[in-house]
């Protein structure tokens, strides 16, 4: 049974980091005005809409909440599972002129960033896209990095880290793991 390292963020951390790339978005971007927010399946999806929520709360406005399923874009695919699982993606709204944020919960090699811009690529064409991360645990093997990082935390190769929250565990938090 897997054992935790060290609690990264609690869930207030967690909130308080969101809330801050919420504001951060809204200043960079000059309000709400023409922009979404892409979720990257799996985890990726409720902080797209909490960020969301945040942004509404200061703007005033809503902001249109998407999610992206990658799975058909990793370039890992076949070492993943030899019958990945699909998850259905939503964009109910075109991206088409629009500032698209892409939300994930950790950034680590690039990858699962890389394919979300493929994803998103074949739903229209974005006048802007930025990237929104929970954590960025470093390790890059492709030139991406975040736009908005809630915390920048330096990790070993023999670790990994575990976003929990809502609807997939019981709590929210972040948590560091040893491989082994």
Known sequence: ???CKA??????AVQRALK???HEIVERDDGAENLCIVGIKRRGVPLAQQIAANIESIEGSSVPVGELDITFYRDDLQLSSPNPVIREGRLPFSIDGKKVVLVDDVLYTGRTASAALDALKDNGRAALVQLAVLVDRGH??????GDYVGKNVPTSRSEFIKVKIPPFEEYTAVELFDLA
């Open 140 to 145: 890059r093997e492709l030139p991406i990095r």
């Open 20 to 22: 801050r790339i919420a």
């Open 1 to 3: 049974m897997e054992r």
């Open 7 to 12: 609690l990264l963020m609690n869930e207030a």
